[in-house]
């Protein structure tokens, strides 16, 4: 079973950037779609980005123009460039495999998560 380390989350200001990353212990090419998801305090978990292995990418219309997911397969790591934030409440991002595109009905264990925080 490949496992999900995700990191690069922390505190920015309203309009800036941060770079997530996802580190698999295993081969990621075989994962048809890997996705990035968030979840804030007292909500549910949401798909953000999703990207097959050859690289096909859908975004939820919430982030759309501003976010970007990458993978890099050789590597094993799955990104995602966040611009223009917004000052919205605390969310942990999570990444994780599916079958397809922005779907919760993921298909490994989940990770710890990075916190992203956007505020002044």
């Known amino acids: 079973q490949v496992q999900v380390v995700e990191s690069g989350g922390g505190l920015v200001q309203p309009g800036g950037s941060l770079r997530l990353s996802c580190a698999a212990s295993g081969n990621i090419f075989s994962i048809y779609v890997m996705n990035w998801y968030r979840q804030a305090p007292g909500k549910e978990r949401e798909s953000v980005a999703s990207?097959?292995?050859?690289?096909?990418?859908i975004y939820a219309d919430s982030v759309k123009g501003r976010f970007t997911i990458s993978r890099d397969n050789a590597t094993n790591t799955v990104y995602l460039q966040m611009n223009s934030l917004k000052p919205e409440a605390p969310a942990v991002y999570y990444c994780?495999?599916?079958?397809?595109?922005?779907?919760?009905?993921?298909?490994?264990?989940w990770g710890q998560g990075t916190q992203v925080t956007v505020s002044s």
């Open positions: 994780n495999g599916s079958r397809s595109l922005l779907t919760t009905a993921t298909i490994l264990d």
């Open positions: 990207i097959t292995n050859v690289g096909n990418t």
